[in-house]
């Protein structure tokens, strides 16, 4: 999966200080892509539109990053609305900023992270406070998942748009010895696979049970700019109900998470968790 250069960058913005900050963590990647952004806003009723809000804050947009900006305001929900956008415009990436916890209870609503699952394009979901400037280190978590291999590629992009380092993390069941020797064989091809495109990479091992909490307290004691996972195809009932380790990593971390949609294939062996 390559990210194109001179693409759209899709952002949902709700005027929430959370929207304004994707706004401006764009912007560095944009210029590397020479990417235009589109801001979106959505409303429910006529009469809600902020037309000249939208306009204002496109051409502040544009002055601020000296990039194209261009603004659309569509009726629906914002959920539904941006993937359709998304699949409209042609979006390379779609920008969002989280305002709030994503409530598994909701999960039948049209919510952040069902836009996540369908998004036609690469998400990074902004939640932190802090507007990064860069991005020094990439956290790569790994497993032996055929469609998380996918992420491997798209972080070397990245690592070469920021001249930036790659961290690699392997996580696995403290109780599964067969499946850690197999994950840890294949950090340390992945491992030179990366260094062999000229781009520092380093591989950590972690046994855990509880896989979302410790790529974030990882990611963090690294100081991490940004998490690049996989979302997984196919979700099991009780993953449908109590979400996913991808969908938790993005609901508590402070650190902006990439999450890239697989390829579609005819057959798909599924080992583990698609981070």
Do not use: W
Not at 61 to 72: A, H, N, Q, V, W
Not at 145 to 172: G, H, M, T
């Amino acid at each position: 999966m390559k990210l194109k250069e001179r693409g759209i960058i899709l952002i949902p913005i709700d005027f929430t200080e959370q929207s304004l900050i994707a706004i401006k963590q764009s912007y560095n990647l944009a210029r590397y892509t020479h990417s235009r952004l589109v801001l979106l806003y959505c409303y429910e009723k006529r009469g809600m539109e902020r037309f000249e809000e939208m306009k204002e804050l496109a051409k502040q947009t544009e002055k601020e990053s000296g990039l194209p900006t261009d603004f659309m305001t569509v009726k629906g929900n914002v959920y539904e609305e941006t993937d359709n956008v998304a699949k409209e415009i042609g979006a390379t990436l779609i920008m969002v900023g989280l305002e709030s916890h994503i409530e598994f209870k909701d999960i039948f609503k049209p919510s952040a992270f069902s836009m996540i699952r369908k998004a036609p394009c690469p998400v990074i979901t902004i939640r932190g406070k802090e507007n990064r400037d860069g991005c020094e280190n990439i956290l790569l978590p790994l497993d032996l998942s055929p469609e998380s291999r996918e992420k491997v590629d798209v972080a070397i992009q990245f690592a070469k748009y920021y001249n930036a380092s790659i961290r690699l993390l392997a996580i696995f069941s403290p109780d599964d010895e067969g499946y850690e020797n197999q994950l840890l064989a294949y950090s340390h091809q992945v491992k030179q696979f990366i260094k062999s495109k000229g781009i520092p990479c380093s591989n950590k091992s972690i046994g855990t049970d509880d896989i979302p909490k410790a790529v974030v307290e990882y990611a963090n004691k690294i100081e991490a700019d940004l998490i690049i996972v996989m979302n997984k195809p196919d979700l099991s009932v009780k993953e449908f109900f109590s979400g996913t380790d991808v969908q938790k990593i993005v609901d508590i971390s402070n650190i902006p998470v990439m999450i890239v949609n697989p390829m579609k294939r005819e057959s798909l062996v599924h080992f583990s968790s698609g981070i």
